[in-house]
């Protein structure tokens, strides 16, 4: 990238972040949905995981139970 085009782009992206205008497009952006929060906070707690958590459950019964590993020193004292 020449220093010209970086320059430009940099102009661009100061013009979109630190004018006013562009600021107040990101405020504007950023709460227009609500404080984001809040809102997270809410998601988080309004979420339904009934199906999901059956689906997980069913995939680590389809896994078996775990081995255990041949060597260890507990093998070594038997």
């Known amino acids: ?3 010209l ?3 430009r782009l940099f102009k ?10 562009g600021t107040r497009l990101l405020q504007y952006e950023r ?3 609500g404080d984001p929060v ?3 906070a809410s998601n988080y ?3 339904q995981d009934d ?6 459950n069913e995939a680590l019964a389809l896994a078996g139970d775990p081995e255990p590993a041949r060597g260890t020193q507990r093998d070594a004292a038997e």
């Open 38 to 40: 809040r809102t997270t």
């Open 45 to 47: 707690l309004q979420v």
């Open 12 to 21: 661009l992206a100061w013009d979109l972040s630190g004018e006013a205008f």
């Open 1 to 3: 990238m020449s220093s």
């Open 5 to 7: 085009d970086r320059a």
């Open 51 to 56: 199906e999901m958590m059956r689906l997980v």
């Open 31 to 33: 709460y227009y949905a």
